[in-house]
């Protein structure tokens, strides 16, 4: 069975920093993308980022285009999501989530695994 763990969430003032990590666990992940979602109270699931298993390609919603940075330690099966210039519009729960094939569109392509999210608050 195949586990995420998300970690580094948290409180934090607007124009402040994050860095979110996930842990997999569970087989072994070569060949997988790995993203963020996340969910805000009343809203639908959205997507944030994803990133190649090479890491050759990096994929980002407008909205944290230029303010978050995905990366990954594949030798480690972790992932991370660097937030910066945080907004209170990013308030949200954040899930980390991994494909087992490669798209073209990870925005919309449903994730084959997810974790059970870390909450993000930016108070203004």
């Known amino acids: 069975q195949v586990r995420l763990v998300e970690s580094g969430g948290g409180l934090v003032q607007a124009g402040g920093s994050l860095r979110l990590s996930c842990v997999a666990s569970?087989?072994?992940?070569?060949?997988?993308?790995m993203g963020w979602f996340r969910q805000a109270p009343g809203r639908e699931r959205e997507f944030v980022a994803a990133m190649s298993w090479a890491g050759g390609s990096t994929y980002y919603a407008g909205s944290v285009k230029g303010r978050f940075t995905i990366s990954r330690d594949n030798a480690k099966n972790m992932v991370y999501l660097q937030m910066n210039s945080l907004k209170p519009e990013d308030t949200a729960v954040y899930y980390c989530?991994?494909?087992?094939?490669?798209?073209?569109?990870?925005?919309?392509?449903?994730?084959?695994?997810r974790g059970q999210g870390t909450q993000v608050t930016v108070s203004s």
């Open positions: 569970g087989r072994t992940f070569s060949g997988y993308a």
């Open positions: 989530t991994a494909w087992t094939r490669t798209y073209s569109d990870y925005a919309w392509t449903p994730y084959d695994y």
